[in-house]
């Protein structure tokens, strides 16, 4: 009920139960295959294993039930499928190998294959960044520090920020080292002789996957890595997804998600504009650290194989592919359709009686007066300004000292927002270059 | 696919999509007949949206789907059930009630609802404990500090350590103060007039739920209070498994769980028996933790209804549930098919060559000796023995001052392991009188 | 360095090294002294060793060196204690106990201590939210889900939320089992013979500490539980902290934290105004949950005494506890000095066009027009008047239908915030009964 | 008093207050340096504000209580250093930076300066790892899946996974991308004008550090990134630890920490000779977890600069840094003094009565009987010796079917650990090559 509210459906395809079962069974044929090609299977078992290596042959319900009492699924898998090669071939089946190579391989495999529809979510997020940072590179707004307005910056400059986020993000996930494994009972692959580094450089050729230099069982760093950059992309997502918020409230109203269909809408109130994408981002991301979580506290697994923390691995995989998955989809949704409100941006300036000014000033007075008496200067008019709810701008004029040193136009350009932006454009362009570069490179 | 693996049927179905289904239906038709109790709503409404309340007539799919625009899926539910209750009584369903309502509530119901079948496990792991404690109460081992044996303990001391840590968390999940939630749109039931008290009362009464003082809505230390209950759980059963697990390693062997049927098997090596119970504890336990982190990292919601931290916790809680009842229900099997081998515990003390006494020794030569005397010489003989490989007898023997101070036949009386078990039946009685107690008590 | 930043000095001192150093030699001060109660140490040896043990006489840094070939700092502790009683009293010091005894005694007897300055820190922090509820019962603000505005709410309201989920935590805080720890080598007190039970008894009295059923050594539902209770504090301000900075928004502004002294300055612009005080409280609750995760982790210790663990818990508890400090004293600066906006939260909801109101509009029309109708209507005139930027009441106005039902004054009535506050005042009432109630039973 | 027994001397300083202070005075003299080569700062007067740069002349407990009234210690430096340099210079100090500059640039310097000693740690843990991987690279022993003997392994062979494991993590730690940081108030350096870009260069410059694209003040990858860098480092290690704890427990035997000194003793129980380093290393591992989930929890920061979540970073920072260079450090101590037993291993397999040969004796039957046919013979004579307690081999002997395929000396060649090694020297070599390349590019 709640997977298909936050996973889209491709990836949750892509990381669910029969996506898994595949995945075993894929290592499965792989391996007849590689086994094969090696000289030690038949090829005519080796292609009846392929043959029947298809996870709609099989019931997950019944797997798991028998798995119990190995817990694990692999064992009753391997009995399922020879019994579905037929007694020819079931002794080709599963040569060599163990459960963990099953399911640490399929594992491999399923975040592959996932990181295609999470990856081209994570791509369509960057590349409304992108156009948002490119369209609002001049577009003024209040930085805000503290949930205070600081000075001004640019939204272009603000999604410039987001899209180096998201695109480092990326870069880290393409970067996992994901790899085959094939160890045997405990990492020696006694039971192939001296056929297991062939086998074993085969079997990662079948599957596309890259081979280890060595088994990989109790070494967990590739799912650990793996883990921490789903979190660390999620992290990204969820920065992007406040932001949103953040500026969406009703007191903001900088921007707003898109409101087609009944999209944003309550069960009770008529007028509301929730910021759905945005919300369910903040949900994913929240849940993909719980499941990381499990994966950087299972790094430490005893001697050949771990009694307890392995098992915990494959469903928070799972959930933490999915969720990042889902927080990019839900985000790409709140970017795609975001109505941007370059008015209110001014206008929040504005009403704040130009306070976000007030460095800008200082700064002008500073080569007159020295910067700490400048600073001095501003503080005491912003104060007088906030006090009596009026412009900072009267405050500044009706200052002798400050009058002394700035004409009145030179106050009014002291406080224009779009005269005090800085390198903002400047570190527009460098996000979009990178951006561009990194999405060559991919 | 490994839902069915982790989770027993009963608890699973307790904490799925359907419960949760049933549980918001629970909700509307408990707040109508409410409303109906308080004439707000006729009777007859109450009861045609009471019939209708039926989870299996509608479409966890497609109620999803339809939930991404709200973000939540008590709006497309509430929408469904209004056109499966007809337009006569449509008006009637969700009155003066929000979405949080409804998912809060139904939180609530679900937890205690599950609660059920989750603390009949955790009973029966208790149940389990507490006969090991009795049965073994006098049967000698050793204790073990950081995995080195230290001095002799009794297996029921062990078992009793094991209860005591179950049914302090059995308490303190039962403790949790579940609670309705009705505070309409932002907690002040406005929609509802002067009604809103009643209503309340009485829906907390309708749905068997304790009412609490004001809405919770963004209060959200009862989700977290249940989510840390049962991370304690969790833990206090993966404290057993633990154990269970360090006991049954081959070099050990001094428990095993149940190898009836194929359990605890190996898809390759025949002659494995693996402690499948404990290790899917053990991962169970792990996740438990892992969806506990994101409930209490949720705690802080903003204003009256939060904008992510909410919907992250839906699932996490129901996993939080379903797993620590498959941890409960793993751990059960393996402590009620579990074989003790007293023998084999006598066995591991002895091939220590009696090192586990030697604190033992110590205290019957400190009499005379002095404590720090006493604690030099019997160090020196151990090490003397661990270097040799010979039993610490032999060396106690040989040595002149302890030979001087104690006799042979004493030598012996201090190196009999069941001869230095200090309280532990004391603590073993104390133990199971706290646990008949706690049982008379629930 | 951060530390002061973060941690008031009396529960820094309360958590630091010295009142762990001083909370050990206080156990084995008290076990001296119940040893002697018990005619196991003389009535002198007690009290030269309650005499020697003041933490200012012995060097944590060489204590902490020494602790490295122990994996602890209880042995080299006891060694030192030894040196400084002389050579008479030595022996009778630690006797019978084990380094886990004196850590995890000291322990309760840091967290008790602690939780007396960190207990007064929320106490004020509940004061402050309860002034807060009772002056502010009748003053309306917008309420805010997904922050938008939703219906006004008052401001008493949410303080009163704040108000219940504090004091939970308080009541949840104030229950956990703190006890005496006292086992020996591995929990069986053999090296006391037969007096080791009443020795225990007489230690927990000594100490003021709870004395257990049994020796509680790697049953850590205690620690754990603590961890969980502070964490659930830590929340409970983070919740608090949260509304507040959300609240003193530069575009919200119904809040703002006292800017007496520098306090919320910055380093280079002159207006800002900064919720440091919830800022700090946050980022205090923060690393709350951090350290919580290691205790809440570690559970499940192995045997008779963790090897990794346990030795973990030393500091994370600290830290939890400093923290937990932290969070309510930086909160209690940030609400003891709130400066209260009503009129900037009444010009708030108007800002937004009476949006706040339009629920209170559609239940005014549903008597007539029922329900659904009711909403559309109000739905359609909402976005009308989103979409013109003009108020609510003049599209309500323009509305032939809603006309034929509502009178102009109708209208107005129904967008009045005051008149749409349903329960609010009930239920800040019953919040500070509950308090009240709740204080007078602390 | 804690600190010293977990982190090294060289780690803390490297990551204590005192050199976070330095590395924010460092900031503030590299910046003006910098805009003394940018032509904006007089060059007498970086100089000058270099020579007041010293951490000695500055009063860390000062500047905290002072930091309270801004929620972070930049402000009151920055305060303290314009003193310190005079009325001349103090105009030039910190000249259009802000706060979150000086703090995330000085995390930036801290973090790469801690690395030294961290890195020099875990160096020499990798070359112990090599050293007993070489050494034992055909030294028998039993590879154990969860927890039971399963089929020989070589101890190199594990060690050789141990030495994997760390180098990658090395290998993740010295690419997480440290960076500088300025971008004035809220990213866009305005107060620099039109020097901005040519500042930030010439500081990274000065201080070493790679230059940004752009400021990174709230996209937080950095800091998370270098967290979760740390945390697979501590997990690493921690494999290693829980290895070497399991292996030196007082049933299994193979290896055993060095007692020099009084290492590893009891406070109690002469005879105990603790895995102190292993205990050290897992409990620094588990607080690094802590740590951690803190900086990946933060990852989202509101707007241009957060309201708790930055605050909350910087002691997780310095603890996830020492507690990593303290696992480190007590692993290294654990592994160079570590005492490997050969002969235990061997005995441990003989009396496992040969069961974790099985494997091996079906490969041989394989051959004759197929595969499934010959795991049942063997299933059923290992059950039969572990039900009678006698050798694996006698029960081979004993099946007319297995000896119609086996002579005893085939059987016996089957039962040999050392000739059921498989691939596990190729491995080892591997290991060891790719760790010498790694070194060498490092």
Redesign the interface.
């Known amino acids: 009920?709640?997977?298909?509210?936050?996973v889209p459906q491709e990836v949750r395809q892509a990381t669910?139960?029969?996506a898994?079962?595949q995945a075993m069974l894929d290592f499965e044929s792989g391996l007849a295959a590689a086994e094969a090609r090696a000289g030690l299977v038949p090829a005519e078992a080796a292609r009846a294993i392929a043959e029947a290596a298809r996870a709609d042959r099989f019931d997950?319900?019944a797997?798991?039930?028998e798995?119990?009492?190995?817990?694990?699924?692999?064992?009753p898998l391997?009995r399922a499928l020879?019994e579905a090669v037929g007694e020819e071939g079931?002794?080709h089946v599963?040569?060599g190998?163990?459960?963990?190579d099953v399911l640490d391989t399929a594992a491999m495999l399923v975040a592959r294959r996932a990181l295609q529809p999470i990856g081209a979510q994570l791509r369509a997020v960057a590349a409304a960044c992108a156009r948002l940072a490119e369209e609002h590179r001049a577009t003024p707004m209040?930085?805000?520090?503290?949930?205070?307005?600081?000075?001004?910056?640019t939204f272009g400059?603000?999604a410039?920020?987001?899209l180096?986020?998201v695109d480092?993000?990326r870069a880290?996930l393409g970067a996992v080292?994901l790899a085959a494994q094939l160890g045997?009972?405990?990492?020696?692959?006694?039971?192939?002789?001296?056929d297991?580094?062939r086998v074993a450089e085969l079997l990662a050729e079948e599957l596309g996957l890259p081979e280890p230099?060595?088994?990989?069982?109790?070494?967990?760093?590739r799912v650990?890595?793996l883990g921490?950059?789903l979190?660390?992309c999620a992290?990204?997502l969820?920065?992007v997804?406040?932001?949103v918020?953040?500026l969406?409230?009703?007191?903001?109203g900088e921007v707003a998600e898109s409101s087609a269909?009944?999209?944003?809408?309550?069960?009770?109130?008529?007028?509301?504009?929730?910021?759905?994408g945005?919300?369910?981002?903040?949900?994913?991301?929240?849940?993909v650290?719980?499941?990381?979580?499990?994966l950087?506290?299972?790094?430490?697994?005893?001697?050949?194989?771990?009694?307890?923390?392995?098992?915990?691995e494959?469903?928070?995989l799972?959930e933490a592919l999915a969720l990042t998955g889902g927080a990019a989809f839900a985000l790409r949704e709140a970017l795609e359709g975001l109505e941007v409100r370059p008015d209110r941006m001014r206008d929040?300036m504005a009403?704040?009686g130009g306070?976000?000014l007030?460095?800008?000033v200082?700064?002008a007075l500073?080569g007159s007066v020295?910067?700490?008496r400048a600073?001095?200067l501003?503080?005491a008019a912003?104060?007088r300004?906030?006090e009596a709810g009026t412009p900072?701008r009267d405050q500044l004029l009706a200052d002798d000292e400050i009058r002394s040193v700035l004409s009145a136009e030179e106050v009014d350009r002291a406080l224009d927002p779009a005269a005090?932006?800085?390198?903002?454009e400047?570190?527009?362009e460098?996000?979009l270059a990178?951006h561009r570069e990194f999405e060559e490179g991919t």
Chains 1, 2, 3, 4 share one sequence.
């Open positions: 009920m709640f997977a298909g509210l936050f669910g139960g029969r898994w079962l997950p319900e797997l798991a039930a798995a119990r009492s190995f817990g694990n699924p692999a064992a391997v020879r079931a002794a599963h040569r190998a163990t459960s963990q209040a930085g805000r520090t503290l949930l205070q307005q600081a000075v001004p910056i400059l603000k410039a920020g987001w180096a986020g480092r993000a880290r080292p045997g009972a405990a990492g020696t692959l006694a039971a192939l002789g001296g297991g580094p230099a060595l088994p990989w069982h109790t070494e967990r760093g650990g890595e921490a950059a979190a660390l992290g990204a969820e920065k997804a406040l932001d918020e953040l969406a409230q009703s007191e903001v269909g009944a999209r944003g809408g309550s069960s009770t109130m008529p007028h509301k504009r929730n910021p759905v945005s919300a369910l981002a903040i949900a994913c991301a929240r849940r650290r719980g499941a990381t979580s499990v950087i506290g299972g790094l430490a697994q005893e001697h050949e194989r771990a009694a307890g923390a392995w098992q915990a494959w469903e928070p799972s929040n009403a704040a306070l976000a007030a460095e800008a200082a700064t500073a020295g910067g700490p600073k001095q501003v503080e912003s104060a300004a906030a900072l005090y932006l800085g390198s903002a400047l570190f527009v460098r996000a990178a």
